[in-house]
């Protein structure tokens, strides 16, 4: 306490004052840890754990631990998922509101867990993040999804595949050449392929995703931003990045018609990233009532499980088929 209290007045740097804030990670001997090399190691998980959830200090849990054993013995198990092919991929499509076609689809990743059942990537995904993982995860991700592509081409529509890359990705200066090489050994064209990154992921560092963005968008892939709205990201930062599209995150969607400051956020979103030249979509539309409204703010697509809910790839060939959902007018569900 006495430690935080000293860091709270501002610092004068150069005649500036400064604010700090500190949070402080707790390990304890010998509970935590039996070495000083390992106690710091917790502590610093703990400190972690505190500026995740803005505390003002935290003390060690193992549960807390990206090393505990839980975590990576699920980290040496994903390792031997891609080979034994145990991940798959399940599709949502998107709704043109105008046109009330199917424009896209978005890969959404499941792992089929021998023991654990369907696990959902929210499980999985943040483990992956920051190991040699997530580089050959997106090589089968896309691989599997550009691979969709060329299958679902026997519909009449032409479907654009969304997917979602990690914030972890989108830092590696590799990743348009993975893209680069996923397309040409697929032939979709890159017109096809839409690119989801969240927001957060580029406020993190807006200058090394710029120059992996414009690359990626050079080819001609698009570039979505996925989660808007969560990470407070001004509009006029992504202006200047090379982007498309922007998703309203589904948490401002979901109740936006019981909740006057989340209609609020999404009718402005729309109208700004009109005016910025971006087409805007909204994830997470359970109803109809959400769905029109929607279409009278002229939001371009609506993703969610009123039209849709996630389903591996031939169940969604299967539905496209036989649901003309494509030819109807929107409302018309
Ligand atoms: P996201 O990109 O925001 O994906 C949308 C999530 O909303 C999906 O959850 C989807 O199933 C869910 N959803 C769709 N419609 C509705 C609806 O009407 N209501 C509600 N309440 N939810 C809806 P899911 O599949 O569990 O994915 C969670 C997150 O995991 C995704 O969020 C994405 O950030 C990440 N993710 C999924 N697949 C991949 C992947 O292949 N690679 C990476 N790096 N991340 C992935
Ligand atoms: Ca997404
Ligand atoms: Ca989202």
Same mark, same amino acid.
């Given at each position: 306490k ?6 709270e ?7 500036i004052?400064i ?10 001997l010998p ?6 090399d ?5 502590a610093?998980?703990?400190?972690y754990?505190a500026?995740q ?16 054993r839980e975590r990576?013995?699920?980290?040496a198990?994903?390792?031997?998922a ?11 499509p998107?709704v043109?509101i ?16 021998p ?6 990537p ?8 920051n190991?040699?993982?997530m580089?050959?995860?997106t090589q ?5 999804a550009?691979?969709?592509q060329?299958t679902?081409?026997?519909v ?33 064209s890159? *017109?096809? $392929?839409?690119l989801?990154? /969240? ?5 993190? @560092? !807006?200058? &090394? ?5 414009t690359d990626l968008?050079?080819?001609g892939?698009?570039?979505s931003?996925?989660d808007f709205?969560t990470?407070y ?12 599209e922007?998703?309203i995150?589904k ?5 936006m018609?019981r ?24 994830e997470g539309?359970e ?12 939001c371009?697509e ?12 031939? *169940?969604? $060939?299967?539905w496209?088929? /036989? ?5 109807l @007018? !929107?409302? &018309?569900?």
């Amino acid at each position: 306490k006495r430690l935080q209290d000293s860091l709270e007045p501002p610092f004068l740097i150069e005649g500036i004052p400064i604010a700090m804030e500190a949070c402080i990670g707790v390990a304890l001997l010998p509970e935590h840890a039996a070495d000083a090399d390992a106690l710091l190691q917790r502590a610093d998980v703990a400190m972690y754990y505190a500026k995740q959830v803005a505390a003002d200090y935290a003390v060690y849990a193992a549960h807390l631990d990206p090393h505990s054993r839980e975590r990576l013995r699920l980290l040496a198990e994903l390792r031997d998922a891609i080979q034994l092919d145990q991940l798959v991929l399940h599709y949502q499509p998107k709704v043109e509101i105008k046109s009330g076609r199917i424009g896209g689809v978005e890969a959404l990743m499941r792992w089929q867990h021998p023991q654990r059942g369907l696990l959902y990537p929210d499980i999985f995904i943040p483990t992956a993040e920051n190991t040699g993982l997530m580089n050959p995860l997106t090589q089968w991700l896309l691989r599997d999804a550009l691979h969709f592509q060329r299958t679902a081409d026997t519909v009449p529509v032409r479907l654009r595949v969304s997917v979602n890359l990690s914030a972890r990705s989108l830092h590696d200066a590799h990743l348009p050449h993975l893209v680069e090489n996923a397309l040409v050994s697929s032939g979709v064209s890159p *017109r096809q $392929l839409v690119l989801e990154i /969240t927001e957060s992921a580029i406020i993190h @560092d !807006p200058e &090394g995703a710029r120059a992996v963005l414009t690359d990626l968008s050079r080819m001609g892939v698009w570039i979505s931003i996925d989660d808007f709205g969560t990470g407070y990201t001004s509009l006029a930062n992504i202006r200047r990045l090379p982007v498309n599209e922007i998703k309203i995150d589904k948490s401002f969607v979901l109740g936006m018609l019981r909740d006057r400051s989340d209609e609020m956020i999404v009718r402005s979103v729309i109208e700004l990233g009109h005016n910025l030249g971006l087409h805007v979509v909204a994830e997470g539309v359970e109803t109809q009532d959400v769905y029109d409204a929607l279409a009278a703010f002229g939001c371009d697509e609506a993703q969610g499980d009123h039209i849709q809910r996630p389903v591996p790839g031939d *169940r969604l $060939l299967e539905w496209m088929r /036989t649901t003309p959902i494509w030819k109807l @007018d !929107p409302g &018309g569900f």
